[in-house]
C-alpha cells in the first residue's frame, strides 16, 4: 500500500495529468480527485477513515470553495490529513494565507513530478515543510523583513487614514493584481485605480508599491 493522496484542482486537464504522472510512482495511491473544495469534503465524508487520504495536493483559486478555506476547514475536522499546496500562485499574500491555514508545504505546478513525489515522502515520513524553491526564498525574505524594526506608530495611523476605497485597492495590489486587473475587478478605470493608489502611497508615507506590500503584509492587515 503506497501512500495515500487526493488531487483537488479545478482544472481537468491538471487533475489528469497530475494523476496519470503520479501513478506512475508505486509509492503512491490516489484515492480522491475533486474540482473543488466542497466537493472534496464531500467525498471525503463519503470515505471510511482507513480509505481517506494521507496527503492532499490542493490548488488555490477554485470555484465554490478555495483550497486555503477547504484546508482550514480539513485541519479542524481531520486533524491528520497533511494539505500540501500545488499551485500558480507564488505572491506573499497566498503563501502566508496557506500556511496560517495549515498548509505543510507550498509548491508550484511547475514542478517536475519526481519533486512532488519528494515532498509528499517529505511530509509523511519527515514532518518536513517542502517548498518550490522560489517560494522557499521568499518565506526566507518574509522572515527576515518581519525581524527589522519598523515605525509602528506611522503604520497605525496610516492604516486608520485609508478609506475603504484605498483599502480594497490596497488589498488587491497585495495580491499582485496591476491597475487594469483592480479596476476591473472593482469595476473602475485603470486611471482612478492610479490616483487611489497615489494616495495610498502619500498616506502610508512610500513611494512605491513593493513598500506599501511589504507594510501590508508586516502589519497583517488582511491576514
Given at each position: 500500500m503506497g501512500i495515500r493522496i487526493a488531487i483537488v484542482d479545478d482544472k481537468r486537464l491538471m487533475r489528469t495529468t497530475l494523476f496519470e504522472q503520479l501513478s506512475y510512482y508505486e509509492e503512491l495511491e490516489i484515492g480522491l480527485l475533486a474540482a473543488d473544495g466542497d466537493?472534496?469534503?464531500t467525498k471525503m465524508k463519503e470515505l471510511p477513515a482507513d480509505q481517506q487520504p494521507q496527503v492532499v495536493l490542493m490548488d488555490i483559486e477554485m470555484p465554490v470553495?478555495?483550497?486555503?478555506?477547504?484546508?482550514?476547514?480539513?485541519?479542524?475536522?481531520y486533524p491528520d490529513v497533511l494539505c500540501l499546496m500545488l499551485t500558480v500562485f507564488d505572491n506573499d499574500?497566498?503563501?502566508f494565507?496557506?500556511?496560517?491555514?495549515?498548509?505543510?508545504?507550498?509548491?508550484?505546478k511547475d514542478e517536475k513530478p519526481v519533486n512532488i513525489l519528494r515532498a509528499i515522502t517529505e511530509v509523511v515520513f519527515?514532518?518536513?515543510?517542502?517548498m518550490s524553491p522560489r517560494i522557499a526564498q521568499k518565506a526566507l525574505l518574509l522572515l527576515r523583513n518581519t525581524n527589522k524594526p519598523v515605525e509602528e506608530n506611522r503604520a497605525d495611523q496610516a492604516e486608520s487614514l485609508l478609506s475603504l476605497r484605498e483599502i480594497e485597492i490596497l488589498q488587491r495590489i497585495?495580491?499582485?493584481?496591476?491597475?487594469?486587473?483592480?479596476?476591473e475587478r472593482?469595476?473602475?478605470s485603470p486611471h482612478t485605480v492610479r490616483k487611489h493608489t497615489a494616495?495610498?502611497?502619500?498616506?502610508?508615507?512610500?513611494?512605491n508599491k513593493a513598500s506599501a506590500i511589504k507594510l501590508a503584509l508586516h502589519k497583517k492587515w488582511f491576514a
Open positions: 466537493e472534496y469534503l470553495l478555495d483550497g486555503i478555506e477547504a484546508v482550514a476547514i480539513t485541519k479542524e475536522i499574500d497566498k503563501l494565507e496557506a500556511i496560517k491555514a495549515g498548509a505543510c508545504g507550498y509548491l508550484l519527515e514532518g518536513g515543510v517542502p497585495v495580491d499582485g493584481l496591476n491597475y487594469q486587473q483592480i479596476g472593482l469595476f473602475i494616495n495610498i502611497y502619500e498616506k502610508l508615507h512610500v513611494s
